[in-house]
T-cell receptor
């Protein structure tokens, strides 16, 4: 049973436009959420996180939104750049305990 | 120098062989993890350790074992490798929730 789901395996976006990556979770005990970015032949790297006490966190071009009632979070990238092309993993944890990762969404940003 | 290193980076082995993957970290974190990545399945947790004396099974620990030799070192062993253990393996470390990953080991079991 997947506790963290990323239902879109891939997403293609034009350079300069907004990229929206979605993630759903089932465990209401999760209280901390993270996004990681992975390039080929490299390990995932931390991108941005959000605590369950917030509904939005912003870091430059990256914004994460959390809707606790819907058990849904999304990552917005504005504007999208070709260098953003990568696999993005959503992750969730009960703070301080193990983290569960989604299957990932591959983002293609076309120049 | 990288904060998290993994050796080897690539390994091809045969069914039934014993394999050890090694991980070292210089971040000074207590927590370390082993994941495998398979297409369409994301990162799945094999084992994790919250300190040197603590070892816990993850989602898919069958067929694997680990050793936490020191705060900085966490190794993963496949006692008798089988083809469905062909995957990309990642080691990670954290102080709490944010994890720092190594570059991965691509393991192929023939």
């Amino acid at each position: 049973d997947q506790q963290v789901k990323q239902n879109s395996p891939s997403l293609s976006v034009q350079e300069g436009r907004i990229s929206i990556l979605n993630c759903d979770y089932t465990n209401s005990m999760f209280d901390y959420f993270l996004w990681y970015k992975k390039y080929p032949a490299e390990g995932p790297t931390f991108l941005i996180s959000i605590s369950s006490i917030k509904d939005k966190n912003e870091d430059g071009r990256f914004t994460v939104f959390l809707n606790k009632s819907a058990k849904h979070l999304s990552l917005h990238i504005v504007p999208s750049q070709p260098g953003d092309s990568a696999v993005y993993f959503c992750a969730a944890s009960e703070r301080g305990f193990k983290t569960i990762f989604g299957a990932g969404t591959r983002l293609f940003v076309k120049a | 120098d990288a904060d998290v290193t993994q050796t080897p980076r690539n390994r091809i082995t045969k069914t039934g062989k014993r394999i050890m993957l090694e991980c070292s970290q210089t971040k000074g974190h207590d927590r370390m993890y082993w994941y495998r990545q398979d297409p369409g399945l994301g990162l799945r947790l094999i084992y994790y350790s919250f300190d040197v004396k603590d070892i816990n099974k993850g989602e898919i620990s069958d067929g694997y074992s680990v050793s936490r030799q020191a705060q900085a070192k966490f190794s993963l062993s496949l006692e008798s490798a089988i083809p469905n253990q062909t995957a990309l393996y990642f080691c990670a470390t954290s102080s709490l929730d944010t994890q720092y990953f190594g570059p991965g080991t691509r393991l192929t079991v023939l």
